[in-house]
Each structure stands twice: as structure tokens, then as C-alpha cells.
């Protein structure tokens, strides 16, 4: 990690990692490794000094699936998961 952070002016992380899997053990299996690899780049950031910024950003989950929203139309921060559907398709509750 140290390596890919010495000498950028800025890091852009993408916080959440994406499978096609269903997920079992949601702890495990997105907020640990979301967590683990936010820090991560924190500490290289800061161990290489010179970093301007880090900006971390959501993944596509954030805003999909939800049933019922038209196709085409542009998700911003206004688009949020319908969680009851996610949770209910996943079993994750």
C-alpha cells in the first residue's frame, strides 16, 4: 500500500467491495473489508506524507437494486437502496 500511495497528490478509494454473491455474513463479508481497506489507505496516506487529500467514495450498492425506479434515469445522491427489498432478497436480516 505504501507503494501505490508515495508520491500521489491525492487518493480516490472506493469504500465497499462488490460480488455477485449472495451475501451470507454481511459483517464479514462487506463492513470488515470495507472498513479494513478504508483504513488502510488512511495509514498509507499518512506514512507517505505529502498526500493532499483522500477522498472516499460509496460503491454502486448504495443506490441499487430498487425495483420501481425508470430505467435510464440518473442516480445521485438522492437514489438510495430500498434496504427492505435488498435485505429481503439477500436474507440478510
Known amino acids: ?3 501505490a500511495a508515495r508520491g500521489c497528490y491525492d487518493i480516490f478509494h472506493l469504500a ?7 451475501v451470507l455474513d454481511p459483517q464479514k463479508e462487506r463492513v470488515a473489508p470495507a472498513v479494513e481497506g478504508t483504513l ?5 496516506a499518512k ?3 505529502g498526500v493532499g487529500r483522500v477522498v ?5 450498492s448504495a443506490v441499487v437494486p430498487s425495483p420501481g ?3 435510464g434515469e440518473v442516480l445521485d445522491e438522492s437514489c438510495w437502496t430500498n434496504i ?3 435485505c429481503d432478497k439477500n436474507r440478510v436480516r
Not at 472516499?56 to 454502486?60: K, L, M, R
Open 69 to 71: 425506479r425508470p430505467a
Open 16 to 22: 465497499l467491495p462488490c460480488t455477485v454473491d449472495r
Open 1 to 3: 500500500m505504501l507503494a
Open 47 to 49: 506514512d507517505v506524507g
Open 40 to 44: 488502510h489507505v488512511l495509514r498509507a
Open 84 to 86: 427492505d427489498y435488498y
Open 56 to 60: 472516499v467514495t460509496s460503491a454502486i
